[in-house]
């Protein structure tokens, strides 16, 4: 449905407009379909921790991109 795309997109341009000169974002690594998303617009994965959250062991992931 692209509904993703067009939120990760939507912060893109608030963030640029607000004057903001980098941007993160924090997911899980399990969100394959998000990683294509940030991705496709260019952000790049930089961070990869083990964590426990919502009663599971996961992999913190930060991605980021200039703007």
Known sequence: MGVGSR???ECL???KRSGYRRILLYTYDATLDAH???QR???TLDEEKKVTAY???LVE???SRDL
């Open 7 to 9: 939120l990760v997109e």
């Open 41 to 43: 617009v260019g952000f």
């Open 36 to 38: 294509r998303v940030y």
């Open 13 to 15: 341009r608030f963030a």
């Open 61 to 63: 992931e930060i991605w």
């Open 55 to 57: 009663g599971f062991d």
